[in-house]
């Protein structure tokens, strides 16, 4: 088994490494032919923007859990459901803004930010990130919050996050609805079983290599985000974007999520067999640019009492731009199930 993951371990840093080789020599093309080193920086943001601190979003609030200081916006009643909601990459608390304004009528909603992400704390240790040491964190924010039952939203690796949370305590979920993004078991089989899946992972192989592809976020002041996320952003919100990934080394924290957990060299504790299974929900977009849709019918048949839907119309970043429908979804499934 070692020797296996070893192998797989070497053969991922090799497909990065051919990937990272690509993107050196496409950077350096570029260049040469825009050789303005300013235009290809970040610029530096030292002073938040309003847009972070609007109240029609909730109200701030820090906790310690698990050894990490987490930040965390809540809004609603804290007498009704909690539905906590788990964000992807690279983004943060704020890509549950419509969210939080639409569900805090019903439940106490509550939007984190993973640990290395936003206000939360950050590790210099890459071992930090595991994904286990991190569905950790999301218990105990549970509990820590009075809580023993939860109704669970993850979005990419917030969905990854949130099956292995389900995985693991599903006496404490009350429903989930994951977003955009299968459990780690089901990336690593849809990267045997599916070539599209398999070349549009490309990004994941990439980012286990060091340093380049923290350039590759923030070159040419955070050109990715802005080519992933400008088209339904405003400006503000897209600065409030940029801004957050403007801090010092939150680039690398959010990156060292793939670093630590999909390169085959740690093994993950074993999970539970289940008895009893809440409903779930799983969305896939139908643009959706970094997930296959094949990985909807590969998750509905790992866990039972789990349905996909394809989301129409929209890309990764559906419960920002098609918020409107992805909530219908997201509510209907709720009222259906509860």
Do not use: C
């Not at 950077?27 to 040469?32: D, S």
């Not at 936003?118 to 549970?142: C, K, M, N, P, T």
């Not at 669970?152 to 009350?174: E, N, R, T």
């Not at 839907?309 to 909530?327: A, C, D, F, K, W």
């Amino acid at each position: 088994m070692l020797i296996l993951r070893a192998v797989q371990a070497a053969l991922l840093y090799g497909i990065g490494a051919f990937y990272a080789l690509q993107f050196v020599l496409q950077t350096a093309l570029q260049f040469l032919a825009d050789p303005d080193l300013a235009a290809w920086l970040a610029k530096k943001r030292s002073v938040a923007p309003a847009l972070l601190g609007d109240p029609r979003y909730g109200t701030h609030r820090f906790v310690e859990v698990n050894g990490v200081k987490l930040h965390y916006v809540e809004k609603g009643d804290p007498g009704k459901p909690l539905m906590l909601f788990l964000h992807g990459f690279p983004e943060f608390w704020f890509s549950w803004r419509h969210q939080l304004e639409e569900f805090s009528k019903d439940y106490w909603t509550v939007a984190v930010d993973l640990r290395g992400y936003g206000q939360s704390e950050g590790f210099d240790d890459r071992a930090a990130y595991q994904i286990d040491v991190i569905v950790e964190d999301i218990r105990s924010l549970v509990r820590a919050l009075g809580r023993d039952r939860v109704i669970v939203v993850g979005h990419d690796w917030g969905a990854v996050l949130g099956f292995q949370f389900v995985s693991k305590h599903m006496d404490m979920v009350d429903r989930y609805v994951m977003m955009g993004g299968p459990s780690l078991n089901g990336i690593r089989r849809l990267l045997l079983i599916s070539w599209q899946q398999f070349r549009m992972s490309w990004y994941t192989f990439f980012f286990l290599i060091p340093w380049l592809p923290e350039f590759y976020i923030w070159g040419k002041d955070f050109g990715y985000i802005e080519q992933n996320m400008g088209g339904f952003l405003t400006k503000s919100e897209l600065e409030a974007y940029k801004y957050t990934f403007s801090q010092r080394k939150a680039v690398t924290r959010a990156i060292d999520y793939y670093r630590e957990n999909l390169s085959f060299l740690r093994k993950e504790q074993p999970l539970p067999k289940l008895e009893n299974h809440s409903p779930g929900l799983y969305l896939i977009a139908e643009h959706d640019q970094f997930i296959s849709l094949r990985s909807g019918r590969v998750m509905e048949r790992s866990l039972p009492n789990l349905w996909y839907r394809i989301v129409p119309g929209t890309g990764h970043y559906m419960q920002q731009e098609s918020h409107r429908l992805v909530n219908k979804m997201l509510r209907d499934f709720l009222d259906l199930s509860g």
